[in-house]
């Protein structure tokens, strides 16, 4: 059974930093592709990034490019998202997903049903 432990949210001030981490463990994750979505009170749940556990290829939405940064230890087993310039906008709960490998092409890790585990969140809050 694939678990899947989000940690690193918390309140901090517009323009800090925050790294999130994302904790897998229960199969072989060297053909998946982690995520990072999050959800805001009364918003669906939006892709934020991805990464492919094999080759490192990354993607992200428009709204975070430049900001944010997704990488992962194999080692370890965990997904980071490093979040920098952090605005109030950013502010939600933010999930961490893996779904078994698949391309980046036609921006395919924006469609939640690729993913088939995903954590409880982590909530962020960005005040100004």
């Known amino acids: 059974q694939v678990q899947l432990v989000e940690s690193g949210g918390g309140l901090v001030q517009a323009g800090s930093s925050l790294r999130l981490s994302c904790a897998a463990s229960?199969?072989?994750?060297?053909?998946?592709?982690m995520g990072w979505f999050r959800q805001a009170p009364g918003k669906e749940r939006e892709f934020v990034a991805a990464?492919?556990?094999?080759?490192?290829?990354?993607a992200y939405a428009d709204s975070v490019k430049g900001r944010f940064t997704i990488s992962r230890v194999n080692a370890k087993n965990t997904v980071y998202l490093q979040m920098n310039s952090l605005k109030p906008e950013d502010t939600a709960v933010y999930y961490c997903?893996?779904?078994?490998?698949?391309?980046?092409?036609?921006?395919?890790?924006?469609?939640?049903?690729?993913?088939?585990?995903w954590g409880q969140g982590t909530q962020v809050t960005v005040s100004s």
């Open positions: 229960g199969r072989s994750f060297s053909r998946n592709v």
């Open positions: 990464i492919t556990w094999s080759d490192n290829i990354t």
């Open positions: 997903a893996v779904g078994p490998y698949f391309t980046f092409s036609n921006y395919a890790y924006y469609d939640r049903s690729r993913y088939d585990s």
